[in-house]
């Protein structure tokens, strides 16, 4: 049974917008594709957009503004202080949160950079349902530790859990009885958890971590990157926001936080950053290295175009309509794939579509990177790009060793309103036939490997000749068709 707010017939996904601006794609030759991910080293960051059919790599910056956001850019006050720009985006950002400052910043690592300058110093603990990577590496810069207290369900891979990004309260208890109040920098629940899957956090969950904040006098810091697929999830799967409007959601979220910052290249569909307080004496910290790291306080880094756009993206983001389209589109890949028996990551989150690797090509061992193996084989196939969110992503340890990931997954991210449900099809399709044909895949190594951040730069060649016979049988099967 579908309901039909955002269905027809079979589930099948229907979007609330219509297409009025397009790009043109090309999907080139299998050949040429061997070709392209042989030249970029089997790493998808580094193939040419030119080679590309479908780009899934990422949700960050590339997800389509609607022609208000366009229009808004027009109008935009590029004074460099006191911008009248400046002050609608900040009255926007204080009726969402009832936040009264607001710091910009040029995207959201650069929240993180600031807030880990402020808070965190060597030997600090920051407690948090999962990491992401800029965060854990400014915390780190600091000399923090991340302390990961996720649930149990959060890593398993095919789960009925609702709210897999939920902390765990009986680790948190432990662990401020550990290290003592004075020392836990900040609890920092992230929306939508990123890397495990888009993976919501429940607003119970946010209530509880609240009281316990209270009682140690902690601050609680929320990343709000993927708040927009967190608020559809809290509205459908939790009871107490059933009957709330999204407003109404936002709300009672941001009342529980001390700080909410968040990447406006996923939040309102723009390019910024932004961090926002009702305290006073964090906002007092906080603004003195605005103007050092990022620009002065009323622009923070940001092009006023783009914070002229993120108002109206931030009021658009408040319309179910809109935040639905992500998610409604990734269950309907996620569930097509699982009917065709692929591994995907389940229930079905935001972001996008996550292929669990591990299982996927089982007979490939960590050391040879399946996820990455899976990502080059799927470009080949496909022209798809997705990212390989797995050992590759993460960085060897001081001994030469690596550092096996909890999880290897391919992600195929699904930027906001971007793809047709054509082109999900195809995807559907083309993952289908390389999971009847996975045998033929093997594992990567490295030929170039970067000593930091080696998934953004590494280079890497195939072990034996799987490539060429992919291509082969893909000829076979696929004749002439690209
Ligand atoms: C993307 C992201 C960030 C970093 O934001 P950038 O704008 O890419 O610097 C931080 N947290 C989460 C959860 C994200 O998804």
Partial sequence: MSEIKFYYGENVPLEMHKVRVVQKLDLVPVNRRLEAITEAGNNTFLLKNRDVYLDMLTDSGVNAMSDKQMAAMMEADDSYAGSETFTRLENKLQQIFNMKYF??????????????????????????????????????????????????????????????????IHKLNALIEKHGAANIAFVRIEAGTNLIGGQPVSLKNMQEVRKICDTYGIMLVYDASLLADNLYFNKEREDQCKDMSIREITRSIADLCDIIYFSARKLGCVRGGGI???????????????????????????????????????????????????????????????????????????????????????????????AGALASALYIISGIRGMERGTLSEQRSSDGSETYAHMELLRLALPRRVFTLSQVKFAIDRISWLYENREIVRGLNFIEEPKILRFFFGKLKPIGEWQTMLVAKFKQDFGNSL
């Fill in 103 to 168: 710091l910009p910043t040029h995207q959201g690592r650069a929240c993180e950079h600031i807030l880990a300058k402020v808070y965190v110093e060597p030997g600090s603990i920051v407690p948090m349902n999962y990491h992401f990577t800029t965060t854990k590496a400014h915390i780190t810069l600091c000399g923090g530790t991340v302390e990961e207290i996720f649930i149990d369900e959060a890593l398993k891979v095919k789960s009925t859990d609702p709210f897999k990004g939920d902390i765990d």
């Fill in 276 to 370: 926002c307080t009702n305290r006073n004496d964090v906002y007092m910290k906080l603004r003195e290295l605005i103007p050092l790291y990022e620009g002065f306080l009323t622009y923070g880094g940001m092009s006023v175009r783009e914070m002229e756009a993120l108002t109206v993206g931030l009021e658009e983001t408040m319309d179910e309509n809109m935040i639905n389209q992500g998610p409604i589109f990734i269950a309907y890949m996620v569930s097509e794939l699982q009917k065709r028996g692929v591994p995907v990551v389940t229930p079905a989150g935001g972001l996008g579509c996550h292929i669990d690797a591990m299982q996927f090509l089982s007979h490939i061992p960590q050391s040879e990177y399946p």
